[in-house]
Structure formats: structure tokens, C-alpha cells
């Protein structure tokens, strides 16, 4: 069974960091491209970044530049480092991947961003 399990969230300051991770189990995971989205109350969810098995990354516009995201495919696990942290970064952060014709979430982690 698929899990994704994300950690790491918290309340932080407005030019503030925070590390979020994302521990996978159930199956292979280094072969696979995975993602971080957020949704903020009312809004839809939206893709963060993403981060394919070879390494390739891309970002949403508003966080190229402050957010990094990265993967240890040995702890199947995939980072989300987040700096320059702003009031309107402040969501719930979830972990994506898609295997087979499903899509696999985690339970989501809150980040809010306030002084």
C-alpha cells in the first residue's frame, strides 16, 4: 500500500525558513517523478514543484528562487526546502505521486507564515 507522509510544518515568520519532508513507502519509488502542491483555505490546490527521477526540477512561478526541492531516493524520502518564507506561502502542503492510474496524497502538513 502507498503512503506518502509529510513532516515539517510550522508556524514561521515572514522571511523565515522551514524544511518539509515527504517519507514514501509501499513501492519503488526512485523511478518515479514526484511533487509538492499547496492549498491555501478557499483556493484550489496548486503545484509547488516537482522533481523527476533523474533529478530535473521545476517550480510555480512564485517560488522560483526561494523554494528548492529535492529527493534521497535510499530513505525514500523528498525534501521541500523553503526560504524567504512569505504571508501568502501560508497553506497546507502535500506530497504527490502518480503510479499506474492513481494518485497518491499525503495527509498534508499546515505552514503558516506570520508575524
Known amino acids: 500500500q502507498v503512503q506518502l507522509v509529510e513532516s515539517g510544518g510550522g508556524l514561521v515568520q515572514p522571511g523565515g525558513s522551514l524544511r518539509l519532508s515527504c517519507a514514501a513507502s509501499g513501492t519503488i519509488f526512485s523511478n518515479r517523478a514526484m511533487a509538492w502542491y499547496r492549498q491555501a483555505p478557499g483556493k484550489q490546490r496548486d503545484l509547488v514543484a516537482v522533481?523527476?527521477?533523474?533529478?530535473?526540477?521545476n517550480y510555480a512561478d512564485s517560488v522560483k528562487g526561494r523554494f528548492s526541492i529535492s529527493r534521497d531516493n535510499a530513505a525514500n524520502t523528498v525534501y521541500l526546502q523553503m526560504n524567504s518564507l512569505k504571508p501568502e506561502d501560508t497553506a497546507v502542503y502535500y506530497c504527490?505521486?502518480?503510479?499506474?492510474?492513481?494518485?497518491?496524497w499525503g495527509q498534508g502538513t499546515q505552514v503558516t507564515v506570520s508575524s
Open positions: 504527490y505521486v502518480h503510479i499506474a492510474i492513481r494518485d497518491y
Open positions: 522533481i523527476t527521477s533523474g533529478g530535473n526540477t
